[in-house]
């Protein structure tokens, strides 16, 4: 008898932190609602979350007149899901992902938004789901305008 076991911690943990200026205005981190097969899969399912959000966000702000006149920066710390993101070849590993790497190449093609790399050691949004070192952790903080209690 074959007995499998799966756990729900597998699944991948998505999190955002966006920034208007130097203020936080949005944050989420929730659990992917797939297992991923992969780092860069689940990688690039938050992109696709992110993006969503900063789309959300300009048509806001535009509605209250805000010009937004050029793309927003999105960090991200996977050189391959900023590669797949923006390769518009479609290779095997990336079948799963489909829809969300189109609607990346589309969100980066209409210039709402444009990807960039960030070290993992300076990505804001691991305050929201890893553990740190305390001088990490306040280094993090305070690119979060927050501070650290004595």
């Not at 007995?3 to 203020?23: D, M």
């Not at 189109?102 to 960039?116: C, E, K, P, T």
Request: charged share 15%; aromatic share 10%; with cysteine.
């Amino acid at each position: 008898m074959v007995t499998f076991f799966v756990s729900f911690a597998i699944k991948s943990i998505s999190a955002y932190c966006v920034f208007l200026g130097s203020s936080l205005i949005s944050w989420k981190t929730k659990n992917q609602t797939v297992v991923a097969r992969s780092s860069v899969e689940a990688e690039v399912r938050a992109l696709a979350c992110v993006i969503a959000e900063v789309t959300w966000l300009r048509w806001l702000l535009a509605d209250f007149g805000v010009a937004i006149p050029s793309s927003t920066p999105v960090h991200c710390d996977s050189t391959g899901a900023i590669s797949i993101a923006q390769d518009p070849v479609k290779h095997q590993l990336t079948k799963y992902i489909g829809i969300d790497r189109f609607y990346i190449r589309s969100a980066v093609h209409d210039h709402v938004v444009s990807l960039q790399y960030v070290p993992s050691e300076l990505q804001l949004a691991y305050l929201l789901t890893k553990a740190h070192t305390r001088a990490q952790h306040s280094f993090l903080l305070s690119k979060h305008s927050v501070v650290d209690p004595p």
